[in-house]
């Protein structure tokens, strides 16, 4: 008996002690913080963006996006709309790429992104459009501003102008290089489809492309190498352009565009709380669109269209009209087939023919959606027939 005693004495001293050696190290692990907790107060929790916009260039056509009205500061986007007044001027043979431009004072004190123009120095105008378009220099922004209008606020206003002429009915301009306000001023304001909107004019003019695709270019006689502010170029082969833009409380802004081919697409990020998070999204959403289009050749400029048309009057008897213009559209690649063009001609047409008279009409639609209608026109003259050939066939004498 004595002996069983002394064993339960035993098992219970034992289990005794081992609770107590395992008390302290549950108390340790308690005091751990939890890795995810501590994730959660990163950069994570922040939105990639306050706006984006996905568009085809030649179409317009969105193809994706959010809250692509949303009026925002566009900070050195702003440079853009100054750039398409100049390539416009240029283009109306007002003024040209060799005039020069005497820097004043104004121009000299802007701050932020500079190229540290001096008054009185004399730059062409060329000079000073790379300065802006790859440095983001204000101040060469602001000497060009008043070379094009006579003055900072006279170019806004000209900017403004501009906006409302191509409907772009979220911006309001109030400075020419997109500069934070000073005090009491008020900021520039626009929408990722407005600058969409604003791209797409400017990819007229391949000067525009060839600067903002320089990843880096001398001024001032190669003693100052400006550097592109726009990371993604040489990251994504296939993009070209067109311009960052950054301060505090706009964020992280970029007017991207890529290509491949014929097909161009523009990419429009606006508000991103690091360039980073704009970036990779603007590379994220042209790998992903990039490869599903192409831009597809739909009807050829005078194309025959496959359809007679009898000629009641004329001296021939039956003709075929041309297509008046030619007519591409960018297509997935997996839908060419949903194109589906609609001939709509009259059967007779009386009188003398005119070459390039309008005989009738193609429609094209893609997925039912009509996305071109074209003029089908004569190809040539054809003079209307004598009295006599005309009684004839009125008989059924004469074809």
């Known amino acids: 008996m004595k002996r069983w005693i002394i064993v339960l004495v035993l098992l219970l001293f034992a289990v005794t002690a081992a609770h107590a050696r395992s008390a302290p190290q549950k108390k340790a692990r308690a005091k751990k913080p939890a890795p995810q907790a501590q994730a959660k107060d990163s950069t994570e929790q922040e939105e990639p963006y306050q706006a984006y916009v996905v568009v085809e260039a030649s179409t317009g056509k969105v193809l994706e996006g959010a809250n692509t009205h949303l009026r925002w500061p566009p900070a050195s986007i702003t440079k853009l709309m100054l750039s398409l007044l100049v390539m416009e001027k240029i283009s109306a043979n007002e003024i040209k790429l060799s005039d020069e431009i005497t820097v004043s004072q104004n121009a000299m004190k802007m701050g932020g992104s500079q190229v540290f123009l001096k008054e009185g120095e004399t730059f062409t105008l060329e000079e000073l459009m790379k300065a802006m378009l790859i440095a983001s220099a204000n101040d060469a922004a602001y000497a060009v501003a008043e070379f094009i209008a006579g003055s900072k606020d006279k170019c806004v206003d000209l900017m403004n102008e501009k906006a409302g002429a191509l409907q772009m009915s979220d911006t309001e301009f109030r400075s020419v290089h997109g500069l934070p306000p000073s005090p009491g001023q008020e900021e520039d304001l626009t929408s990722a489809e407005d600058l ?16 903002t695709s320089a990843r880096s270019e001398p001024f001032r006689d190669n ?126 047409i009386g009188g003398a023919i005119k070459q390039g008279q309008k005989l009738g009409e193609l429609v094209v639609r893609f997925e039912e959606e009509v996305i071109a209608k074209l003029d089908i026109i004569a190809p040539a003259d054809i003079p209307k027939a004598g009295f006599f050939t005309r009684l004839l066939r009125r008989f059924g004498i004469r074809s």
């Open 196 to 211: 969409a909107t604003l791209a797409r004019h400017l990819l007229k003019h391949r000067k525009l492309i060839e600067w």
């Open 223 to 348: 003693s100052l190498i400006m550097q592109n502010h726009n990371k993604l170029l040489g990251r994504v082969p296939s993009l070209d352009g067109l311009k960052t833009g950054y301060y505090r409380k706009a964020g992280y802004n970029i007017v991207a565009t890529a290509r491949k081919g014929d097909f161009r697409l523009i990419v429009v990020v606006m508000g991103s709380p690091t360039a980073k998070i704009r970036d990779d999204l603007v590379e994220e959403k042209v790998r992903k669109h990039l490869p599903l289009y192409e831009m597809v050749s739909i009807v050829k400029k005078g194309e025959t269209i496959d359809r007679e048309i009898v000629l009641t009057e004329a001296t021939q008897r039956k003709m075929k009209g041309v297509a008046s213009e030619g007519f591409s559209y960018p297509l997935p690649i997996k839908k060419k087939s949903a194109v589906k063009k609609e001939i709509l001609l009259p059967e007779k």
